[in-house]
């Protein structure tokens, strides 16, 4: 995926429908969601989209899958989605320290 075009994808809103594509229980619609999500994510700037929008129930959601593929998957991608968050938390808090509060 050319990373632009995912950011550009994100901003536009295509992560909702991805997300109700990942809740609707078929294993095949499970497997496009994951891969898509999987490809969206390796940009920072679509984590932070993902994170926003609440995209790490869903991920939570497909560790449960049916699929093993889809379980894998979803356990990684979201270890990555953890790890955007504790990156942020820790910019925050340098920005803290630096301002003084």
């Known amino acids: 995926l ?22 609707t229980g078929d294993v095949r619609s499970e497997t496009a ?11 920072p700037g679509n984590q932070s989209i993902m994170i926003v929008e609440d995209g790490t129930k869903v991920v939570d959601y497909l560790q449960n899958s049916r699929n093993p593929r889809v379980a894998h998957l979803a356990k990684q991608l979201l270890k ?11 910019k925050f808090a340098a920005r803290m320290k630096a301002t003084g509060n």
Request: charged share 25%; aromatic share 6%; hydrophobic share 50%.
């Open 80 to 90: 990555r989605l953890r790890m955007a968050k504790l990156r942020a938390a820790c």
């Open 33 to 43: 969601a994951i891969t898509a999500l999987s490809n969206l994510m390796l940009s």
């Open 2 to 23: 050319y990373e632009p075009n995912g950011e550009r994808f994100c901003k536009q809103g295509a992560l909702k429908w991805i997300i109700q594509l990942a809740r």
